[in-house]
């Protein structure tokens, strides 16, 4: 994501200033725990996505600063949210907020990130962008209600699994693209953007799920293994169960019944038998694909600078190791 | 509340049409969890304010309709995350959601209902009302907050109680009465419809925090003591406290260090030394005296069968005994 980084690196600048001044509060406790969320950091490839996409769109004004900053705050608060709900003891290679602050903290303070998020496209003042972003997060929290029905159940689709990834996760990359076609008034190019940033997203999800059951700890920055302790049943796994023998699947299912109970050495048997029936591999070949339609959606856009370091991105998502 | 009941009655009707549309989903959870929500009622007095409000300034069309739902939706999705905060075990008389279904469903669900609001504003599309129900809701999330870190502080002043009653309640009761104006396009009635609502939902808040110590369990609907069990510092306590003996003190301070373990004894105890120091008058004459500032702003307004309407409304929330 180098390409990427470094073409939007000086209005990311002010957009990490926004958030700054933004999450200010005499309430220490948003401020303390929205610094220690900003400190964590993380990719921002959501935000860097709007930005990038305003640039491709030849916008030269500065509303797509404040709209990639209200697209980090969504994100934060679905974070803040979603640590509540799968009690991770680890995200960003960082103590999760709700570890340090407790859940009732974690639950408001994404609230607070989410009104903010929601002034700001106010005082941005386009109902376009107020119409994507608040669809975004409808899906995203429908996505993500959809995911906690559909939890342990090993026997779900990849029809229903690909849904649930493309409301929680690709809904914001797809918004995020969007955005750079409104504040840029390409508005023919919204859909192309639109494409691309679902493509990505899903895509990105894809890896993701891959790299928690493969990926090298240090890495990852987070622990290995999270979503089989939380019972989410997610492609790899799928893939494991459907091909595994009758022992295999008493096995994951006995895991899925009982995942409070998951310990290291159920989780190494898992990895191994996800390793036979090569679940990781049918998970980032699946991800290569959407990778792709991410490209093809990228080659209706002009050429430029930025659509470059947007298909490097697509690129850098797929084969990532963190 | 019955005039103002019967003055909105139809235009509920179709508010309580418009919710149960917009929570229908394929999603089972966000159906059943919303029906559950919306079955248990409640009295429905902050769309009640919208639609009369929009009566009083005169309004004939229906944006009115929509816009009540937003302000239940918000409403409810922060009883939903509230409930995920204290582990309230009845609400409303119902067991409350997060029992029945769990914290992770009452978080995701908030959400949901929280986006769904912005959407049906969005679709309003007026930048106005987008601003007043997205202030209002950064308000009381930052409220909610506040609270949380003033939480077992016997120490706290009026002033710091009174912030954060004005942010968690009143200022939903005043931006669903600020709305009213404006659909009804009456700019100037907008700050006075505002102040109403505000001390309303202060006085409003207060007769509840009164309540949970006094009231009977059967007319409430809800166990009795919840506040002092979550360690959440009202007016009435903090009366005992600042009046209580060495003794007392010490009592109080033992309870809010051990909130965890406080057993009906302890809570017996609370209320009689509430009772010896005049704790619950002196919170309902505070009440008395913001739902005469809410009598106030009404009068600044036409008179109607709407303002009759809302100060009874006014009358009720002081005497209210549940």
Not at 268 to 276: F, K, N, T, V
Request: aromatic share 6%; charged share 20%.
């Amino acid at each position: 994501m180098e390409a990427l980084r470094r073409l939007v690196e000086p209005d990311m600048a002010r957009v990490n200033q926004l958030i700054t001044e933004h999450v200010k509060s005499d309430i220490t406790l948003i401020s303390d725990l929205a610094t220690h969320l900003i400190a964590a950091g993380g990719k921002r490839i959501r935000p860097s996505l709007t930005l990038a996409s305003a640039l491709l769109c030849g916008y030269k004004g500065t509303r797509h600063v404040r709209l990639a900053a209200c697209v980090e705050f969504i994100h934060t608060a679905t974070l803040l949210h979603d640590d509540v709900v799968d009690a991770s003891a680890l995200r960003r290679g960082a103590a999760t907020a709700n570890a340090l602050w407790g859940n009732k903290t974690s639950v408001l303070v994404g609230d607070f990130l989410l009104s903010r998020a929601f002034q700001l496209m106010v005082a941005d003042g386009s109902l376009d962008v107020l119409s994507i972003l608040s669809d975004a997060a409808a899906t995203i929290s429908a996505g993500e209600v959809k995911q906690l029905m559909v939890s342990h159940d090993l026997a779900i689709t990849e029809e229903v699994y690909l849904e649930v990834i493309g409301a929680k996760t690709a809904a914001l990359f797809a918004a995020a693209a969007e955005l750079g076609a409104v504040v840029g008034a390409q508005p023919q190019m919204r859909t192309a953007l639109r494409e691309f940033g679902d493509a990505l997203g899903i895509a990105f999800q894809l890896v993701d799920d891959a790299l928690d059951y493969q990926a090298r700890e240090e890495d990852l920055g987070k622990a290995i293994g999270d979503d089989f302790r939380d019972g989410k049943v997610t492609l790899p796994l799928m893939v494991a169960y459907r091909e595994g023998s009758q022992e295999a699947r008493s096995f994951f299912e006995n895991c899925m019944e009982h995942a409070d109970t998951i310990g290291a050495g159920d989780l190494a048997r898992a990895q191994q038998l996800i390793r036979s029936s090569q679940g990781v591999e049918y998970t980032l070949a699946l991800a290569a694909r959407y990778g792709e339609k991410a490209q093809q959606a990228l080659m209706q856009l002009p050429a430029s600078s930025a659509r470059d370091a947007l298909s490097e991105t697509v690129a850098f998502s797929i084969q990532r190791g963190y």
